[in-house]
Every structure is written in C-alpha cells, then in structure tokens.
C-alpha cells in the first residue's frame, strides 16, 4: 500500500507559477513510475506528466510542454513545476503511482491516487 499527499495548490494569476509536491509513503517509492493527473469541473480526467522509477525519463501532455516540469527526489517526494500559467490549467491535481509496466498516459495503470490539491488560475 502506498499512500500519497499532495500540497502545493492555489489561486495564482494568469503567468504565474506554482510547485505541487506529492509526498509518499509506505512501500519503497523507487518501486513506483509516478505522475500526475488533472481533473476540471465537467471534464474527465487528463494525463499531465510521469517519470520513471529512475527519473530520467519524463513524459508530457502536449498542453503543458515546454511549462511544467515533473521531478522527483530520494525521499519519497514527486514535484511538478508549473509556469507560464493559463486559465485552462485550472483544475484539481492528482499524483498516482502506477507499478505496472505499459505506458504512463492513461489512469487506469495507476495503482495508488492522492486526494487531489486545486489549482486555480485567474486571468
């Protein structure tokens, strides 16, 4: 069992920044590819990053390339940096661990989900 905490949220003005951190815990985090996920009012839920156990390969949704960038460290700790930040990048963020194997973009190869932290961008 793992479990994830993200933190980090908030109201941020159009062309700002923000840092999400998803602390883990319980099983060894090397164990895991992380990523995070976004979920707007009435929309479903849309793949945003991963990395890999080693972290040195990330992936990124078209929309946030070249703007965010995922990370993480050596104690249990998965960040994503977000900037230049747009109205549509409002949403509620999730961090998964995904064991398995298969590609890192879809949500149902992710094992453990944290409670989710709002991101708000005003214009």
């Known amino acids: 069992q793992v479990q994830l905490v993200e933190s980090g949220g908030g109201l941020v003005q159009a062309g700002g920044s923000l840092r999400l951190s998803c602390a883990a815990s319980?099983?060894?985090?090397?164990?895991?590819?992380m990523g995070w996920f976004r979920q707007a009012p009435g929309k479903e839920r849309e793949f945003v990053a991963s990395?890999?156990?080693?972290?040195?390969?990330t992936v990124y949704a078209d929309s946030v390339k070249g703007r965010f960038t995922i990370s993480r460290d050596n104690k249990a700790t998965v960040y994503l940096q977000m900037n230049s930040l747009k109205p549509e990048d409002t949403a509620v963020y999730y961090c998964?661990?995904?064991?398995?194997?298969?590609?890192?973009?879809?949500?149902?190869?992710?094992?453990?989900w944290g409670q989710g932290t709002q991101v708000t961008v005003s214009s």
């Open positions: 990395i890999n156990r080693s972290g040195g390969i």
């Open positions: 319980g099983r060894t985090f090397s164990d895991y590819r």
């Open positions: 998964a661990a995904q064991q398995g194997g298969g590609s890192s973009r879809y949500d149902y190869r992710y094992d453990y």
